[in-house]
């Protein structure tokens, strides 16, 4: 056996939008680790830097040119020293743009879709070699997770986990089914193994991931995958996101009231409360079948907290439509929420349809409808007030002595606690309540 040890090389990551990207993200140096890539926390100096890149809205895709421009910078001042630095994209910018990226930032190196990620180690050793083919882009989904290290060294006591990549909805806005393409669900053999193997590393709790996750259509649907994780010893929770209202079926549903590992917290977005802009949306459902829904859902777990996507100003957004989209918001009641300006985005179409509205009006919109949003997710916050909750210990605090974590229903919660119980499951007794956390007191101990 050789002696000779590979000299340690320094990978940077950094990874915009979704958590599919965080996940991804954390499956590219998993890929790179075998490879002596040891994970840096900034671009300065390091050997390999990998931007994890988001196409949803223009700004995101953005951002993403002016931190490539930054990054080019520290490559020559890294070449003027005779060391070298390789820069790849990575993500649904890459799967959009392709090449493209290349003419506009020379500096780069090689450009990876979300499909391709296992094919990395060639393609850095093929950029190095010849910084010219440098493309790899395509879908083959099931290739993908093949080919992936099955271990994972998880950090701390949540993970991603993702179940399903693409959509087949072709929303008139949405840029996904072009960058992940077609709705795909790994097989729920393997999506258990990931997760007994998280589980025996100490994860307690799972996040099952997908563009369109209660989609899942491997065995047992997403309701199925979801009470065969539940019986894995040690995953105490379980969570997933995104979901599509229209792949909401009866079984997932009563998962919610039957399975106690499933936490009482779904992101279930809704985009607008105007059925006119709903269908100009391609969403396949309206307003009111929204609400019967959360009704259904409400009635199998009425704890539950509904948290939500919403859109102003697509294309042809009259006043009346925005009201609608608020008295929707009033009617429901949201725990949390991102809303988004429409952005304009190439392909889709939406961006081609008339009736595209003022930057103003959209900002306007916007501003008011997260308003009312914010207020609700303080009033939900509120209302834990005097409750003892389960609370999953994730990380210290800013403070000494200070431990934070969740709430079933995803509310960070400050508490004083010792280290020991970081990890744990412990009762908290509420005692504050702000818009974006809750603090309380060690209640119970639970093991
Ligand atoms: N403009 C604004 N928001 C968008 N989203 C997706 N595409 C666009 C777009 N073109 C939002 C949707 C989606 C979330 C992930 O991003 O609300 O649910
Ligand atoms: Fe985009 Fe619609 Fe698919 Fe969600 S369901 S990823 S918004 S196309």
């Not at 996904?176 to 709790?205: D, F, K, M, N």
């Not at 997260?370 to 909750?389: C, D, H, M, P, W």
Request: proline share 5%.
């Amino acid at each position: 056996m050789s002696e000779t040890a590979q000299p340690a090389k320094r990978l940077f990551i950094k990874t915009y939008g979704c958590q599919m990207n965080v996940y991804d993200s954390e499956r590219m140096a998993d890929v790179l680790a075998p490879l002596g890539y040891g994970m840096t926390d900034s671009p300065e100096g390091a050997d390999l830097v990998v931007l994890n890149t988001c196409h949803i809205r223009e700004k995101a895709t953005e951002k993403v040119y002016s931190e490539l421009g930054q990054i080019k910078r520290m490559k020559q001042a890294r070449e003027a020293d005779g060391a070298g630095m390789t820069i790849a994209v990575a993500g649904c910018v890459a799967q959009a743009e392709g090449e493209e990226i290349m003419r506009r930032q020379p500096a780069v190196d090689l450009v990876v879709g979300p499909q391709a990620y296992h094919q990395l180690p060639e393609l850095i050793a093929r950029a190095h070699r010849a910084r010219g083919e440098r493309l790899a882009a395509d879908f083959a989904a099931d290739e993908k997770f093949d080919a992936l290290p099955t271990t994972r060294r998880p950090d701390g006591v949540t993970a991603f986990l993702t179940v399903q990549e693409g959509c087949d909805k072709f929303c008139t806005f949405c840029v996904v089914p072009y960058t992940r393409g077609a709705e795909w669900s790994r097989p729920a053999e393997t999506i258990e193994a990931e997760a007994r193997g998280l589980a025996e590393q100490g994860v307690r709790e799972v996040t099952l991931l997908g563009q369109n996750v209660n989609s899942y259509a491997g065995e047992g649907g997403l309701a199925g995958l979801v009470r065969r994780l539940a019986k894995i010893p040690g995953l105490d929770r379980i969570r997933y996101t995104t979901s599509h209202p229209r792949d909401m079926d009866d079984a997932l549903i009563a998962a919610h009231g039957e399975v106690d590992e499933l936490m009482p917290y779904l992101h279930l977005p809704v985009q607008a409360g105007s059925d006119k802009i709903l269908k100009a949306m391609n969403r396949a459902h309206t307003a009111e079948s929204y609400l019967r829904l959360i009704e259904r859902i409400r009635a199998a777990r009425p704890d539950i907290a509904i948290s939500g996507d919403f859109i102003v100003g697509f294309p042809g957004e009259r006043d009346a439509d925005f009201e609608a989209t608020l008295q929707l918001v009033r009617e429901v009641g949201y725990a949390s929420a991102f809303s988004f300006k429409y952005s304009r985005r190439p392909g889709t179409p939406a961006s081609a349809m008339p009736g595209q509205v003022a930057e103003e009006v959209k900002d306007e919109r916007l501003a008011r409808l997260q308003a009312l949003l914010i207020e609700q997710q303080r009033a939900f916050n509120a209302s834990q007030t005097g409750k003892v909750l389960p609370v999953l210990f994730e990380k210290k605090g800013r403070h000494t002595g200070q431990l934070i974590g969740r709430s079933p229903y995803l509310q960070s919660v400050h508490v004083s606690a010792p280290d020991r119980l970081l990890g744990q499951i412990v009762t908290v007794k509420i005692e504050d309540a702000a818009q974006n956390s809750l603090a309380g007191v060690l209640a119970l101990e639970t093991a």
